[in-house]
């Protein structure tokens, strides 16, 4: 009987202000998307994070006869510079690992890391990439004094942070981000403005069913339980609209970029259902507790 | 079963009292009739025993409990055991006689077994017998009433307030609801009416509450309207 009721008592309300809760429901599907998609990128680039800064490595370019650097003086480096820097990357506290790459093997690497680019394999000869060291470091965000220490000694060419490059990537990931957060904020705000709305003209729709229950003595649970349940259904509907909307942006906008960057782990789909369900259980929630607030101003007890 | 003890009402913004030391002890079973005219406080008196207001002096008891220490989440119980009839039915036009009354129990959560077991009891009980799928405004004033009275009685409320029952109503039609309430009243429930229809008090001669200005000028058994009679 209760449940009966109560549910009856929701679809009158749900269809008697039925343009409030279409605006209500696509406002909260809006806010919802922005909200799973902020949330997205966000995961996307820890994961990419730890995924790219493991792998990250400072270069020392070491002279060559082609070097336009001064330093270099158009002269090859010579062993002794060699010893001299590897003996002293090995002494910096900030590094964690140094190898050793001479042109073959740069040129090796070279070939089989742009394999795919058959143009820029052949015009690369061996001998245009200079030897180098590769330093790993331990913490990625220390390059600095690394690059400082490097940079001004004899035989150094150049020193190459990959940092850098992602860096770049990273910033425009977290611009997204911001501002898909920062729609979904503003979003939110109007839906709990609606909601509120939509609460009252609901309340007021039914101010005799109310006051009548008031009367009887229905308890205080009773009364709200209809229109809390309305803000949390309308909620509902959003949050599965705003699934959808996420799953597209999941494919168009995240994969994409993925793509683009060869961003090699993209996110799997419980990453994508996690951050549905994250979202709907919001939106549910964020709609519920704005009936409840709403309530306690229109709904005398 | 009612008691004022020394009630003053004074409302937000408002100099004149609504109440003045009011004493006025109604018994289980009795039948009363709170006469007065306009803004005497009759209504005053009848919200004060529903708690929808709080005395600013004085307590009101009802069954035994002091209203002023019934914490809020209990009202609803209280409100329970009291039935309510106002001038204007307040009836909902969406739903037939049956359901009208049965409101009463599904928002207090009564099983649909026993719902449909009282409701057409009390409907035979003020007289609507065969009435039950009439919708609000295919029935008379006087039908509405009634309809009224069975949703303010169907859940065997302890006390019956009355608001000016028969206000809207002609005054043949008000014999026969004044009837149905003496009938209720027959069962062992406390009825308070307010009113101002002084052929019905003269009629019926049960227990009258004068109030004037927010005291009670006369509290009378067997009472009638006026006091020039």
Partial sequence: ?301 | MIHFDNVTKVYANQQRPALQHVNVAIEKGEFLFLVGPSGSGKSTFLRLILKEERPSQGHVHVAGKDLSRLSNWKVPHLRRRIGCVFQDFRLLPNKNVFENVAFALEVIGKPRRFIGKVVPEVIDLVGLEGKAHRMPDELSGGEQQRVAIARAFVNRPMILLADEPTGNIDPATSIGIMKVLDRINRTGTTVVMATHDAAIVDAFRKRVVELEDGRVVRDQSRGVYGQAY
């Avoid at chain 1, 803000?231 to 995240?254: E, Y």
């Avoid at chain 1, 419980?270 to 979202?279: D, G, K, M």
Wanted: charged share 20%; glycine share 6%.
């Fill in chain 1, 1 to 301: 009987m209760r449940v009966q009721f109560v549910l009856q008592e929701i679809w009158i309300g749900l269809r008697r202000n039925l343009t409030m809760t279409i605006s209500l429901v696509i406002t909260v599907a809006i806010a919802m998307a922005l909200f799973g998609t902020g949330l997205l990128i966000k995961m996307q680039v820890d994961e990419s994070k730890g995924y790219w800064y493991d792998k990250i490595e400072v270069s020392v370019f070491l002279c060559a006869k082609t070097s336009s650097n001064p330093n270099c003086q158009k002269q090859e480096v010579t062993d002794q510079q060699r010893q001299a820097l590897k003996a002293q990357l090995e002494k910096l506290p900030q590094v964690a690992d140094v190898q050793y790459e001479n042109k073959q093997q740069a040129y090796a690497r070279f070939k089989e890391r742009f394999a795919g680019s058959k143009g820029l394999v052949d015009t690369t000869r061996e001998g245009d990439i200079p030897d180098s060291f590769r330093i790993k470091l331990k913490d990625p965000e220390q390059y600095k004094a690394v690059d400082q220490a490097m940079r001004v000694q004899p035989g150094v060419d150049n020193v190459v942070n990959e940092q850098e490059i992602l860096k770049k990537f990273f910033k425009i990931l977290g611009g997204l981000q911001f501002a898909a957060l920062l729609i979904a904020a503003i979003q939110v705000i109007a839906a709990v403005l609606l909601v509120g709305n939509t609460v009252r003209l609901s309340a007021f729709n039914r101010r005799r069913e109310t006051g009548i229950m008031r009367l009887v003595g229905a308890s205080n649970t009773y009364i709200q339980m209809p229109f809390i349940l309305e803000g949390a259904i309308a909620g509902l509907i959003g949050g599965l609209f705003a699934s959808v909307l996420l799953v597209f942006s999941k494919i168009f906008l995240i994969d994409n970029l993925a793509g683009d960057v060869e961003l090699v782990n993209s996110l799997g789909v419980s990453h994508l259902a996690l951050v549905i369900t994250v979202s709907i259980c919001f939106g549910v929630l964020l709609c519920a507790f704005a009936s409840f607030l709403t309530l306690r101003r229109y709904l005398r007890i």
